[in-house]
C-alpha cells in the first residue's frame, strides 16, 4: 500500500480486487450501455447482483467521460459509480481530456451524494487500451487536483489490478508529488 496525504484527505494506492472495498462506494470501468462486459464491469455486476443492472437499464446509459450512480447490490460498498473512460487511439482525439473527465465526474457525483469514501479502478486501462503509465498520471493528476479543492472526499483509493498496474500507478505517484510541492 502506498498513501499520501493531501490536505485532510488521503490517497491510497492499492493492489486488489475492487469488488471487496469497504469504502461507501467503487467506481465502475462501464460501457456506455451501463449493462455490463468484461473487466472490472462484469466483475461489479457479478458480484453486485442484479439490482445494479436493473438500475442501469432504467438509466439507459452513459456517455464518455460522464458518470451514473446506482445502488452497490450486494457489495460492501452501498453506492457504485459508473463512468465511461475513452477507448484510446493514438492519445491526440482527445483521450486525456475524456479520461480525466470520468475521474473528475464520479467524484463530483461522490461529493453531491455525500459520500466520502470512494474506490478507483484504472478506468480505460483493460479492454480500451489505454497505456497504463498514461493513464496513471491523468488518473492521479485529477484527483489530486479534485481533493484540493473539495476536502469532503476524505479518502481515494485506487485498487489496482496486479502487482505490474500497482507498480505504474506507484511511480506516477512518486513523479507528481514533486511538481505538486507535496511528498
Known amino acids: 500500500m502506498r498513501r499520501v496525504h493531501i490536505g485532510p484527505s ?3 494506492l492499492v493492489e486488489g480486487d475492487i469488488t471487496q472495498q469497504d469504502t461507501e462506494a467503487i467506481v465502475n470501468a462501464a460501457n456506455s450501455s451501463l449493462l455490463g462486459g468484461g473487466g472490472v464491469d462484469g466483475a461489479i455486476h457479478r458480484a453486485g447482483g442484479p439490482e445494479i443492472l436493473e438500475e442501469c437499464r432504467k438509466i439507459g446509459g452513459c456517455p ?3 458518470a451514473r450512480i ?3 447490490g450486494r457489495l460492501r460498498a452501498g453506492w457504485v459509480i459508473h ?5 484510446y487511439r493514438d492519445g491526440t482525439r482527445g483521450e486525456p481530456e475524456l479520461l480525466a473527465a470520468a ?3 464520479s467524484l463530483r457525483l461522490a461529493s453531491e451524494k455525500g459520500i466520502k469514501r470512494v474506490a ?3 478506468i480505460s486501462t483493460g479492454a ?3 497505456p497504463m503509465a498514461e493513464a496513471a498520471r491523468v488518473a492521479l493528476s485529477t484527483t489530486i487536483e479534485y481533493l484540493t479543492a473539495h476536502p ?4 481515494i483509493r485506487f485498487v489496482l489490478f496486479g502487482e505490474s498496474a500497482f507498480r505504474t500507478y506507484g511511480t506516477a505517484l512518486e513523479e507528481l508529488l514533486p511538481t505538486l510541492g507535496l511528498s
Open 152 to 155: 469532503e472526499i476524505t479518502l
Open 10 to 12: 488521503v490517497l491510497e
Open 103 to 105: 475521474y473528475r465526474n
Open 70 to 72: 446506482t445502488t452497490g
Open 83 to 87: 463512468t465511461v473512460g475513452p477507448v
Open 120 to 122: 478507483f479502478p484504472s
Open 64 to 66: 464518455t467521460g460522464e
Open 128 to 130: 480500451y487500451g489505454y
